[in-house]
């Protein structure tokens, strides 16, 4: 049984990261979907919300799971028990970024990163632009799941009334 592990900050998941799970569901035997913490992004929305989120999403790939982690990505793909990171490359800046938290994971546990390119159509995509777009009125239908739209309105309506 191959596991791998797909982790990311999913604040929020897009089509994008979709992709990149049905085409990895498609190559291992399992893939754990892990939402982590990157110390140098704030957030959204809180874990138990991406994880709902991902859990929707995650539903219509039988071999998928989602879970959340707090620490280290090696340890808990050790936990998992997991011989591969799976990550989406979307274009050549990404990857001197992931190239090095590959290496440095690889030092630290005997796990590999598999690199899945973006497809073409979602190269230009992630979840900081949604939020972005989405908070001075643009429209996002299309480039994350109609839930995760509406969901996403509805806290940047709430953030601004809060006046966060
Ligand atoms: O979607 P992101 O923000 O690029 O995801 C980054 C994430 C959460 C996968 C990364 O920050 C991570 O692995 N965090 C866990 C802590 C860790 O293991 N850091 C060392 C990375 S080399």
Known sequence: MRI?????SFDPVTN?????????ADLF?????????????????TPGERIDMLT?????????????????????????GAVAIVKGLRAVSDYEYELQMAQM???LAEVETVFIPTSPEYSFLASSLVKEVAMFGGDVSGL?????????????????????
């Open 144 to 164: 994350v799941p109609d839930f995760v739209r509406e969901r996403l309105i509805t806290r940047l309506d709430e953030r601004k009334r809060s006046g966060a």
């Open 105 to 107: 994971n690889s030092s």
């Open 4 to 8: 791998a592990v797909c982790p990311g």
């Open 16 to 24: 994008g990261h979709i992709d990149i799970f049905g085409r990895a």
């Open 29 to 45: 035997d399992e893939v754990i979907v892990a939402t982590g913490l990157n110390p140098s992004k704030t957030r959204l929305f």
């Open 56 to 80: 929707e999403v995650c539903r219509e790939f039988p071999n998928v799971r989602v879970a959340g982690f707090t620490g280290l990505l090696t340890a808990f793909c050790q936990e998992q």
